[in-house]
């Protein structure tokens, strides 16, 4: 799968969320284009390669759902502001449907994309960093305050 097939799928696919979301032609090829560079980058497609990559039939579904999470993602954070209000006895707001649902829709790629060996989400994204301690107290005087 090219990047022509890759943003071919995520037009069709996310047609839609697109409409909803307002952005022109111009916006949305470049998030399209984002959400792309991002899928190869976790595929592991070196960084001068990106823009030319092919992806194989072996590797199309982990591609696809690596497109679909972050191609949510990215809906996700723009319907992330909006607000439904209602006014009653006390006036108050929550999260629009719509990223309610979409959120629910990235979390499903996400474990998709994991069970597929790609995890994507803190957990697995971070599993190699490991907390530890740093002494940097060998500046500190042992004996009297005094001498500095």
Do not use: H, W
Not at 125 to 135: P, R, V
């Amino acid at each position: 799968m090219n990047r022509v097939a890759a943003t071919g799928y995520l037009t069709a696919e996310y047609e839609a969320q697109a409409t909803d979301s307002q952005m022109d032609d111009t916006r949305l090829a470049a998030a399209y284009s984002a959400v792309i560079d991002s899928a190869l980058r976790k595929l592991g497609i070196a960084e001068a390669a990106i823009a030319t990559a092919d992806v194989g039939e072996e590797d199309s579904p982990a591609y696809m759902a690596l497109l679909d999470y972050y191609a949510l993602r990215r809906f996700a954070r723009l319907y992330a502001t909006r607000v439904n209000v209602s006014v009653g006895g006390a006036l108050s707001t929550n999260r629009a449907q719509a990223f309610d649902q979409t959120k629910k829709l990235a979390d499903e790629a996400a474990a998709l994309c994991a069970a597929l060996g790609y995890p994507v989400d803190a957990a697995g994204t971070n599993a190699e960093m490991s907390l530890g301690f740093l002494n940097l107290d060998f500046l500190e005087p042992e004996s009297e305050i005094s001498e500095f």
